[in-house]
Nanobody, 119 residues
Framework: QVQLVESGGGLVQAGGSLRLSCAASGIIYGIGTMAWYRQAPGKQRELVAR???????NYADSVKGRFTISRDNAKNTVYLQMNSLKPEDTAVYYCNAAIKVFTTLNDQWGQGTQVTVSS
């Protein structure tokens, strides 16, 4: 069974930094695009950043210049470096990945990790 496990969330003051990690485990034949989403209380889940298997990235306008997504294909892991954090970045952050298991491509989600930015 394939799993995505996030880590690195927590409480930080405005202006601070956090680094989120998300590792895929299980029988994996390949991983395509990996991404981070977030959901704040009372709001819809939104895309924060995504990275393709080739390393191309794109970001939500609200995080451009502050967040950096990267991946280590050898470790089946995606990272999100978050700098200059703002209170409005407070949300549950979810990892998402397109994971190939045998001949099936699955849209996999992690359980989420809480990020809280205090003012």
């Amino acid at each position: 069974q394939v799993q995505l496990v996030e880590s690195g969330g927590g409480l930080v003051q405005a202006g601070g930094s956090l680094r989120l990690s998300c590792a895929a485990s299980g029988i994996i034949y390949g991983i395509g695009t990996m991404a981070w989403y977030r959901q704040a209380p009372g709001k819809q889940r939104e895309l924060v950043a995504r990275i393709t298997s080739g390393g191309s990235t794109n970001y939500a306008d609200s995080v451009k210049g502050r967040f950096t997504i990267s991946r280590d294909n050898a470790k089946n892991t995606v990272y999100l470096q978050m700098n200059s954090l703002k209170p409005e970045d407070t949300a549950v952050y979810y990892c998402n990945a397109a994971i190939k298991v045998f001949t099936t491509l699955n849209d996999q989600w992690g359980q989420g990790t809480q990020v809280t930015v205090s003012s």
